[in-house]
């Protein structure tokens, strides 16, 4: 038995609406169709060779990756170089894949807020506003001049082209009215308050405990008092300041260039940067949790969804003897 793409799909763009995706993300299906049946879906954080033969092995047929398959246009489809061959794989075995990226890491939910939580944040918000669902998209006819029903909520920065996807699905205008107070705002990581102050090496201890991280480069005395904590999943490079605007005794997130720690140093802020995948991982879990509940409220039993098992962090710790 199977469920159709499109109730996947459903769920999946319910918890984490392609519109909240940050603006030039690659995000959506990549690799295959959804004008068919899934019987088995595999999360994961990267799709690998090694996750891709996880897949195979499996008989998967849906892989849902944080990280896009295809994220630099392509200039070929060579199968003697390791995307060609990845994607040959991918078809080959009729494995579609489907990227929500930033769209997860924005949601109410997501990794940010799973983040949020794991570190026993208080009050935490987003660290920076990306969008608001600020307009309601109407069905109107071009003929009668009516208004036909009230579709959806759009985001302000998406409008023209959702109006345009929407006249063109249903050959009807779809015209944006703006709202005033009942505007809901979205953004990009979190910031919030420990329950109680740690010094920099205190919770840098525990970043690694709670992360399970092999590693973690950290900005700053370790006996700085910490008491407001910014938090971004990924590649935080560019919130730096808005971190510091809010007021955050430090930073935590991966992939921390040369120049931003040496700007974070000059700046009084703090940063611990465990990694990229350290802080995503748990992503793959999450997706799972999220496609098994939704499956069971639309009372679909017949659909496994497995977390891959795979490893992807490309990193290992060599230290001098």
Same mark, same amino acid.
């Given at each position: 038995?199977?469920?159709?793409?499109?109730?996947? @799909?459903?769920?999946?763009?319910?918890? $984490?609406?392609?519109?909240?995706?940050?603006?030039?993300?690659?995000?959506?299906?990549?690799?295959?169709?959804?004008?068919? &049946?899934?019987? +088995?879906?595999?999360?994961? #954080?990267?799709?690998?060779?090694?996750?891709?033969?996880?897949?195979?092995?499996?008989?998967?047929?849906?892989?849902?990756?944080?990280?896009?398959?295809?994220?630099?246009?392509?200039?070929?489809?060579?199968?003697?170089?390791?995307?060609?061959?990845?994607?040959?794989?991918?078809?080959?075995?009729?494995?579609?894949?489907?990227?929500?990226?930033?769209?997860?890491?924005?949601?109410?939910?997501?990794?940010?807020?799973?983040?949020?939580?794991?570190?026993?944040?208080?009050?935490?918000?987003?660290?920076?506003?990306?969008?608001?669902?600020? &307009?309601?998209?109407?069905?109107?006819?071009?003929?009668?001049?009516?208004?036909?029903?009230?579709?959806?909520?759009?985001?302000?920065?998406?409008?023209?082209?959702? $109006?345009?996807?929407? +006249?063109?699905?249903?050959?009807?205008?779809?015209?944006?009215?703006?709202?005033?107070?009942?505007?809901?705002?979205?953004?990009? %990581?979190?910031?919030?308050?420990?329950?109680?102050?740690?010094?920099?090496?205190?919770?840098?201890?525990?970043?690694?405990?709670?992360?399970?991280?092999?590693?973690?480069?950290?900005? %700053?005395?370790?006996?700085?008092?910490?008491?407001?904590?910014?938090?971004?999943?990924?590649?935080?490079? @560019?919130?730096?300041?808005?971190?510091?605007?809010?007021?955050?005794?430090?930073?935590?997130?991966?992939?921390?260039?040369?120049?931003?720690?040496?700007?974070?140093?000059?700046?009084?802020?703090?940063?611990?940067?465990?990694?990229?995948?350290?802080?995503? @991982?748990?992503?793959?879990? #999450?997706?799972?949790?999220?496609?098994?509940?939704?499956?069971?409220?639309?009372?679909?039993?017949?659909?496994?969804?497995?977390?891959?098992?795979?490893?992807?962090?490309?990193?290992?710790?060599?230290?001098?003897?």
């Amino acid at each position: 038995m199977s469920a159709s793409g499109q109730l996947l @799909r459903e769920i999946i763009e319910n918890f $984490a609406p392609r519109r909240f995706a940050m603006d030039g993300d690659k995000t959506g299906l990549q690799v295959g169709s959804f004008d068919r &049946s899934f019987s +088995k879906v595999l999360t994961t #954080l990267d799709v690998t060779p090694e996750v891709v033969q996880e897949a195979v092995d499996n008989k998967v047929d849906l892989i849902v990756s944080h990280h896009a398959v295809v994220f630099r246009p392509l200039k070929d489809l060579r199968t003697d170089n390791p995307k060609g061959a990845l994607l040959e794989t991918l078809i080959k075995n009729d494995i579609a894949v489907y990227v929500p990226h930033t769209a997860m890491d924005i949601t109410s939910g997501g990794i940010n807020d799973q983040l949020a939580a794991l570190f026993d944040l208080e009050d935490a918000r987003y660290l920076k506003e990306t969008g608001r669902d600020a &307009s309601v998209l109407l069905a109107c006819s071009e003929q009668a001049g009516e208004a036909l029903t009230t579709v959806h909520c759009v985001a302000s920065r998406s409008a023209r082209s959702e $109006a345009k996807q929407f +006249k063109n699905f249903h050959g009807v205008e779809g015209y944006q009215i703006p709202l005033d107070s009942h505007s809901t705002p979205r953004g990009i %990581g979190r910031i919030g308050r420990l329950k109680k102050p740690l010094t920099l090496q205190e919770l840098a201890d525990t970043v690694l405990a709670k992360l399970s991280a092999p590693f973690l480069r950290m900005i %700053g005395s370790g006996d700085k008092e910490i008491k407001k904590v910014a938090l971004l999943c990924g590649d935080g490079n @560019r919130f730096l300041h808005d971190a510091q605007r809010q007021g955050a005794d430090v930073l935590i997130t991966g992939d921390v260039y040369y120049h931003t720690a040496l700007e974070a140093k000059a700046m009084g802020i703090a940063i611990l940067d465990p990694g990229h995948n350290a802080t995503e @991982r748990l992503v793959g879990p #999450l997706w799972k949790d999220i496609l098994d509940k939704g499956l069971s409220e639309r009372k679909v039993s017949d659909v496994e969804v497995m977390a891959s098992k795979i490893a992807t962090e490309p990193f290992t710790v060599h230290v001098a003897s």
